[in-house]
């Protein structure tokens, strides 16, 4: 627990500072720095994690497939409580994707906990659900924002979250070093992504909704950081998957929800609150759940 706290507590005072420097600039500005960071500095993010670790193609489709099912789980859940979420359909949209998307640096930190065997196997899963979440995401965003079907489609196939994720999918599949001049200017743009987003959180966030949670917010996070990962344990132990998939499989299903989905909701035209407010409220919240799935999954070693 003590290493999952020192790991989330950075994120938490970026999102404090977010809050603290919200008057310096206007909402337009705000809105600026998001669009940074979904044209530049998150493909890269996402690009720089897709392809670091090479992807073993035995391993896509038994663990990739589950990965997929869990998505799809959170994606269907999450319309289940549409109800209680936002009037505006773009506004849901913008909090929906909480309950699929994952924190993918988090996602290695809490492998490091795990045998080498399991620790392998973790790039696998995130390569995998990378694509399959921003396409999601995407398309519901898309569509609250009241586009046609082609329009949507062509919003899709163009979104540099998933041009990234699919181009570093690739290079880890192919196994290819690539020159280390480019690839560290990537990294460094990279490496700004998550911090910038995360101020941007704070600077966004509805306070009184962080501490005063909604039916809403609640079920969303219940989703996530409970409801899914206990489906995996739930699978695991059904289909009698070796340890090492299966420690993997229930860490992943845990994870909080990505800081990008502030960034994507912001960008398309929804209320950035309720994205932000569900980011921080699952991040501090998993302080307290990811210990009891860690303990799970190596439990099953």
Not at 34 to 53: G, K, W
Not at 148 to 177: H, Q
Not at 199 to 225: C, E, H, Q, R, Y
Request: proline residues 6%; positive net charge.
């Amino acid at each position: 627990m003590r290493q999952i706290f020192l790991t989330i507590a950075p994120d938490f005072l970026l999102i404090l500072l977010g809050g603290a420097v919200r008057s310096r600039l206007t909402p337009e500005g705000w809105r600026g720095i998001d669009r940074l960071n979904f044209e530049v500095l998150f493909p890269a993010l996402l690009f720089v994690a897709a392809s670091s670790r090479p992807i073993a193609m035995s391993e896509l489709a038994g663990l990739g497939l589950l990965v997929w099912g869990l998505l799809f789980l959170g994606f269907g859940l999450g319309w289940l409580i549409r109800p209680l979420g936002p009037e505006r359909f773009i506004d849901f949209a913008g909090s929906w994707q909480v309950a699929w998307r994952f924190n993918t640096a988090l996602g290695f930190v809490c492998a490091a906990s795990l045998p080498e065997t399991a620790r392998a196997l973790m790039p696998v899963a995130i390569g995998m659900g990378v694509p399959l979440a921003n396409l999601l995401a995407v398309s519901a965003l898309s569509r609250g924002g009241g586009l046609g079907l082609a329009a949507t489609v062509k919003r899709v196939a163009l979104n540099p979250f998933l041009l990234a994720t699919l181009a570093g999918l690739a290079v880890g599949l192919s196994g290819v070093a690539l020159p280390q001049v480019p690839l560290h200017a990537v990294e460094r743009v990279a490496q700004a992504g998550i911090p910038v987003a995360l101020i941007s959180v704070g600077a966004m966030l509805d306070w009184g909704a962080l501490v005063k949670p909604s039916a809403f917010t609640l079920a969303m996070n219940a989703i996530k950081l409970v409801v899914l990962p206990a489906v995996a344990l739930g699978v695991v132990l059904l289909f009698g998957l070796d340890p090492a998939r299966g420690a993997v499989l229930i860490l992943f299903a845990a994870l909080p929800t990505a800081a990008a989905s502030h960034v994507l909701a912001s960008v398309f035209g929804a209320d950035p609150r309720g994205a932000s407010t569900l980011v921080a409220q699952t991040t501090i919240y998993s302080v307290v759940t990811l210990p009891v799935w860690i303990a799970v999954a190596q439990g099953l070693f």
